[in-house]
């Protein structure tokens, strides 16, 4: 793992949560959402992508990330949320980022995604989950979940590499005849674009790319109604076949193992 890996990680995961906040705030049932189903629907989330992420070996396989869930509520008018000094600083962090927030949406919003970080010498902590707002009784809910990952080794020379994140977000195999073909239109050297690849990525460049285009795949299954065969025209596979093959064979991914929230709501 490196710090590319846990960036886009965290990317992904705050674009479900915000995605899974909307379909709550849309929904005619959202009054009745308890404390207790948003924990447990959001740890879904939260271990579903860690686990795509160990499958796709962004994350090292046999490491626990995930550490525990938790519920804290308050009132507004309160200051002190918590008198557990375990959990004051965290506490602070949190609310203070839900502040930021709540300030720039709309008041018909009673649920948001929050996302904070805490880091030390030796790990990254990630806290990330949905506030919720009870305006009929002025209470404030943080529905959270903490995960922890080593201190990634830094990415030795990460703007070098720039070039190939560009290459990956305008690559398309149906524009070109080769790989090759595309790298030489860039006026890139294709022997060390083939390098770069593999110290950057971890793997052969047309590899990752099959790999990013799971992850939004793995988000419209979580938090869509569509089918799977409208699923893979969303996202750019050819047929529902070639996305069941990369999925249930090539990463042995099954679909009957991801839940799909949306269609429960």
Known sequence: MNTYHLDLLQKHLKKALERYCQLCDF???RQYYSNEIILSQTKEIVLQYIHLFQTLNFLDRQTEYYQHGFIFTYKETEENFTSNP???EIMKLLTDSYQRIAGSVSKDRFFLPIQVQRISSAEIQIFIGVVTKDQHHFTISIV???TA???PYASIGNNRYRYLLKMMETYDPDDYATLKTF???KG???HQFRKDSFSFFESPFYHHYLKIKMIPVLEDIMLSTLSYKEIAYKNGFTNY????ILFHRTYHFPFHRILRIALQK
């Open 27 to 29: 929904s005619s049932d």
């Open 86 to 88: 375990d959990y004051a």
């Open 144 to 146: 959270t979940h903490q």
């Open 149 to 151: 990952y080593p201190r």
């Open 183 to 185: 790298v030489n239109s």
């Open 188 to 190: 890139v050297s294709y």
């Open 241 to 244: 076949y070639q996305l069941y």
